[in-house]
């Protein structure tokens, strides 16, 4: 009778293992050709080792890859993840596939760059938690010390992101809403370089080439202010650089003068929170619907401790 009863339970236990299933996570950063992205990708897959989750990441080939993200998005649904975390590359341009999402009854949670909300809204869709930075109050940042090196005066020039996103418009909002109160301060050009290194170059040399006494370009991402800085060194100017994001080759400009600053957000704290998030909603509790991961302004007098920060996520 006993041995009849170790079987039993031994045939149970099997099962048990068999038909267990580890939590997976689809994972779509916005792009992996930026290290901005691979900073939060490698903090999300640190937080689901520590947690025992699967991390299945995929990815655009660029900023701007929205029906690259559909696609990806379908196949994990098909896949029947767990949940999905993604910064969209489109506030707007997802609606058909977060319907998809929510019909398969599979969460998702919103990193860096928001939904539009008046959009979900509008689609009838039930709102989905947002993890990031205020893109907003961070350019306002940059914006505060822009005037401080300009000293309230000068030709300034701003790079945007890609249109229609969420971030692309509060980046530059803060921005200008702060810089365009000084009576000295003249905005002589605004002109979307896409996030991206050549297209922040070959726009910066239009603008420099149109306005040459320009004194300073405030690039709403790195990428696009390392492109801006090779033109300006090209031209032989004097213009200041600020640009946003912290990723390393900016922090190296920092370091050597190159470039006067950049807003620090903190993508690896989205990529953890996310995971997180991501296990409370399938453990049935409560989760925020933004949360706030910070911003800073990183220079000369703070960089070294900022690099030390992001060395352990490479």
Known sequence: MKKVLLT????????????????TIGFIPM???????????????????????????????????????MQIMENMITRRVDAICIVPSSSQGLIPVLRKAEKANIPV?????????????????????????????????????ALSLLGGEGDVAILTGVAGQQNAADRRNGFYDI?????????????????EVEQ??????NILQANPGL?????????????????????????????????????DGIKAGTIAGTIAQFPAEMGIMGVQTALK?????????????????????NVDWFKEYLSQYE
């Not at 039993?8 to 939590?23: E, N, P, Q, R, S």
């Not at 453990?283 to 800073?296: R, W």
Request: charged residues 20%; glycine residues 10%; negative net charge.
């Open 215 to 251: 004194k300073l370009i405030f690039a709403s991402n790195d990428n696009m202010g390392l492109g801006a800085r090779r033109a300006i060194d090209e031209a032989k100017k004097d213009v200041v650089v600020i640009g946003y994001d912290a990723i390393s080759a900016a922090l």
């Open 109 to 145: 949670i919103n990193l860096d760059t928001k939904f539009d909300a008046a959009a979900l809204e509008a689609a009838g869709l039930k709102p989905i938690p947002f993890i990031g930075t205020d893109n907003y109050y961070g350019a306002e940042i940059a914006g505060w010390f």
């Open 200 to 205: 922040g170059y070959n726009v910066t040399q």
């Open 8 to 23: 039993v339970l031994l045939v149970a236990l099997i099962g048990c293992f068999a038909f267990a299933k580890t939590m």
């Open 179 to 195: 810089i365009s109160k000084e009576e000295g301060i003249n905005i002589v050009a605004e002109q979307t370089a896409n996030w």
């Open 31 to 69: 792009t992996l050709s930026n290290e901005y992205f691979i900073t939060m990708v490698n903090a999300a897959k640190l937080e689901a080792d520590k947690l025992g989750i699967e991390l299945l990441v995929q990815a655009g080939q660029r900023h701007g890859s929205a029906q690259e993200q």
């Open 281 to 301: 909603i399938k453990n049935g509790e409560t989760v925020p619907n933004y949360v706030q991961t910070g911003s800073k302004l990183i220079y000369q007098g």
